[in-house]
Nanobody, 123 residues
Framework: QVQLVESGGGLVQPGGSLRISCAAS????????MNWYRQAPGKQRDFVAG??????????NYGSSVKGRFTISRDSANNTVYLQMNSLKPEDTAVYYC??????????????WGQGSQVTVST
């Protein structure tokens, strides 16, 4: 079993910054990719950012609406992924979910989701 615990959501004014994090625990052998998604009320869940760790280096990619404003990073030693959000806009308001996939000890793969963090951008 792999569990993800998110933290850091909250209320921020337009133009402000916020960082959310997601820590994974369990018998993790390897994490292949760490992603962030978000879901606004009445809308589908959309991809926000992702970082892969298949090789010794990592590559990142971002949704078009957040590119240049959001930065995804990871702490591999602690199986934690972060999302730094700058220049926040009201349309960034959503519940943010982390998603990690990889393999656990003994071989089976996993694909787990965090509980969600509410981010509200408003005056």
């Amino acid at each position: 079993q792999v569990q993800l615990v998110e933290s850091g959501g909250g209320l921020v004014q337009p133009g402000g910054s916020l960082r959310i994090s997601c820590a994974a625990s369990g018998n993790i052998l390897k994490i292949n990719a760490m992603n962030w998604y978000r879901q606004a009320p009445g809308k589908q869940r959309d991809f926000v950012a992702g970082i892969s760790s298949i090789s010794s280096s990592s590559s990142t990619n971002y949704g078009s609406s957040v590119k240049g404003r959001f930065t995804i990073s990871r702490d591999s030693a602690n199986n934690t992924v972060y999302l730094q959000m700058n220049s926040l806009k009201p349309e960034d308001t959503a519940v943010y979910y982390c998603n990690l996939n990889g393999r656990i000890l003994g071989g089976p793969s996993f694909d787990s989701w965090g509980q969600g963090s509410q981010v509200t951008v408003s005056t």
